[in-house]
């Protein structure tokens, strides 16, 4: 492609504090105007201010005009940076031939199967993850309630669960069968005798 592509791009960066929010924005463009296949040719960044939907956190964006000369790039841009909103300046029409298309779609399908890869070891670990915690606090749970009953608040405050998420856990092991819950106190089944 001879002409050069040349977008708006709005990036937008959510966090706390704000000094961080700002720094990483800053951050953000700088190694965009390093890349070589970007021009940078304006930036407007502005201040962060606290965020209405998220208490605590702030916001800030910056707004970029770049241009770069194959549509690739603009779609690593979109993968890498994922702005909030793009446009395309110039040019008004883009003519392809049927091989830089086909090399467009190939590069995409490429970063699209690494993304996806990423996500799905992500998955797999935090599956892992999740199975080890649930079985370390059913240990920790079973060590706490030998030779005793328990109510969900003593629990909570020995595990560092909260009430809610802790008794919803207990439910699942109630299912179980391997405790059960009387007049609020949970206890270890006897799987000899069927209770306490």
Same mark, same amino acid.
């Not at 779609?105 to 915690?133: P, W, Y």
């Given at each position: 492609m001879a002409q050069n592509i040349r977008f708006r791009?709005?990036?937008?960066?959510?966090?706390?504090?704000?000094?961080?929010?700002?720094?990483?924005?800053?951050?953000?463009?700088?190694?965009? *105007?390093?890349?070589?296949?970007?021009?940078?040719?304006?930036?407007?960044? *502005?201040?962060?201010?606290?965020?209405?939907?998220?208490?605590?956190?702030? *916001? &800030?964006?910056?707004?970029?005009?770049? *241009?770069?000369?194959?549509?690739?790039?603009?779609?690593?841009?979109?993968l890498e940076y994922m702005p909030a909103q793009i446009e395309i300046m110039e040019p008004a029409e883009l003519a392809l031939k049927d091989a830089?298309?086909?090399?467009?779609?190939?590069?995409?399908?490429?970063?699209?199967?690494?993304?996806?890869?990423? &996500?799905?070891?992500?998955?797999?670990?935090?599956?892992?993850?999740?199975?080890?915690?649930?079985s370390l606090l059913t240990n920790y749970i079973t060590v706490l309630l030998q030779g005793r009953s328990m109510n969900s608040e003593d629990l909570g405050k020995l595990t560092g669960v909260e009430k809610d998420r802790l008794e919803d856990f207990m439910d699942v092991l109630i299912d179980q069968g391997r405790i059960d819950l009387n007049d609020g106190k949970y206890f270890i089944v006897d799987k000899k005798n069927g209770n306490k």
């Open positions: 791009a709005l990036l937008e960066i959510l966090g706390k504090p704000k000094e961080y929010v700002e720094q990483a924005l800053k951050n953000y463009v700088e190694k965009i *105007s390093s890349e070589e296949k970007y021009t940078l040719h304006t930036q407007h960044i *502005s201040e962060a201010i606290a965020n209405e939907k998220e208490e605590g956190f702030f *916001s &800030a964006i910056a707004e970029l005009e770049i *241009s770069t000369p194959l549509l690739e790039d603009l779609t690593i841009f979109c830089d298309l086909t090399a467009f779609f190939n590069d995409l399908q490429a970063k699209l199967h690494s993304i996806d890869l990423v &996500a799905k070891t992500v998955k797999m670990e935090n599956d892992s993850l999740k199975r080890g915690v649930n």
